[in-house]
């Protein structure tokens, strides 16, 4: 998972500042679900998606295609207005 961070140029530290529902976060959550046997609970602390049940109701949402809305925005990504 770390070497993806670095990829992108990001630290573990910068997983704290983006906010719960980062796709980028979801992402790393989701691949770390379906590869390890982590524990919703760990895999909330280590990507800081929240409390587990956070975690859980996002990743869920993730895992099922459900993308996270963005305010002032489309399905499509088009400014709506």
Same mark, same amino acid.
């Not at 679900?33 to 956070?54: D, N, Q």
């Not at 099922?64 to 207005?81: D, E, I």
């Given at each position: 998972? !770390?070497? +993806?961070?670095?990829?992108?140029?990001?630290?573990?530290?910068?997983?704290?500042?983006?906010? +719960?529902?980062?796709?980028?976060?979801?992402? =790393?959550?989701?691949?770390?679900? =379906?590869?390890?046997?982590?524990?919703?609970?760990?895999? $909330?602390?280590?990507?800081?998606?929240? %409390?587990?049940? %956070? $975690?859980?109701?996002?990743?869920?949402?993730?895992?099922?295609?459900?993308?996270?809305?963005?305010?002032?925005?489309?399905? !499509?990504?088009?400014?709506?207005?």
């Amino acid at each position: 998972m !770390f070497e +993806k961070l670095e990829r992108r140029g990001w630290r573990e530290t910068d997983l704290a500042r983006r906010r +719960k529902s980062d796709p980028c976060k979801l992402e =790393r959550a989701a691949r770390l679900r =379906r590869e390890t046997p982590l524990s919703l609970k760990e895999i $909330a602390a280590r990507v800081h998606l929240g %409390t587990s049940k %956070t $975690a859980n109701a996002k990743l869920h949402g993730y895992m099922c295609g459900a993308a996270p809305s963005v305010r002032g925005t489309s399905a !499509f990504g088009h400014l709506s207005g």
